[in-house]
């Protein structure tokens, strides 16, 4: 399988996302917050990638965090404006509701995104890419199992969701790095063969 660059307004990745057209009856991405809208990612810098099959969609997301609390104006609020924005980058949606293995969608969704951001971007951001996970939300009783197959690392809960960190773009390239745990390192060698 292949993946292709879409957009959040695609309606073959609004379906994935949605479970409407071809997967009706799927149900919403337990992370839509308003099925049926005409987008998935919200603001910010944006890579959304749909398998050519049209039963995977993949979005990363660039954006800024909320304002630290008692900070700026926005909602009514009154104050001084957040001096220090922190950034998020995430992998803020995976669904697969074909019969391809997961943690290789995700493996070569990565790839796809790091290349893709580079080339619309100009660079990668500073921050790691991550994703979080409600395990409440899923089937399986090992959250974030094609996630930790894939390479991702550093599992922390922090308000009841599961944060992981992707590989980083050096390790994908086949260059060791000081930053993924040996684990990740080696999931991501065996994930080749």
């Known amino acids: 399988m292949t993946w292709l660059v879409s957009s959040s307004s695609d309606r073959a990745a609004l379906d994935v996302v949605d479970g409407a057209g071809l997967y009706a009856g799927a149900g919403p991405h337990y992370s839509r917050r308003t099925p049926g809208s005409k987008t998935f990612t919200g603001v910010g810098k944006e890579i959304v990638l749909i398998s050519d099959d049209c039963s995977a969609v993949w979005a990363v997301v660039y954006q800024r965090t909320p304002s630290a609390r008692g900070t700026g104006g926005s909602r009514g609020r009154t104050g001084v404006a957040d001096a220090a924005p922190r950034y998020v980058w995430r ?5 697969n509701l074909g019969t391809s293995l997961s943690s290789g969608l995700i493996r070569e969704a990565l790839v796809v995104t790091y290349r893709e951001w580079v080339r619309k971007y100009g660079k990668l951001p500073l921050e790691t890419l991550r994703t979080e996970i409600d395990p409440k939300a899923i089937r399986g009783s090992n959250p ?7 390479g991702f690392h550093s599992g922390r809960m922090v308000r009841r969701k599961l944060y992981l960190d992707a590989p980083c773009p050096t390790l994908i390239a086949g260059v060791e790095c000081g930053c993924c745990p040996k684990s990740a390192a080696a999931e991501w060698v065996r994930g080749q063969g």
Do not use: D, E, H
């Open 91 to 95: 992998n803020m949606l995976f669904r």
């Open 144 to 150: 974030g199992c094609c996630y930790k197959k894939a």
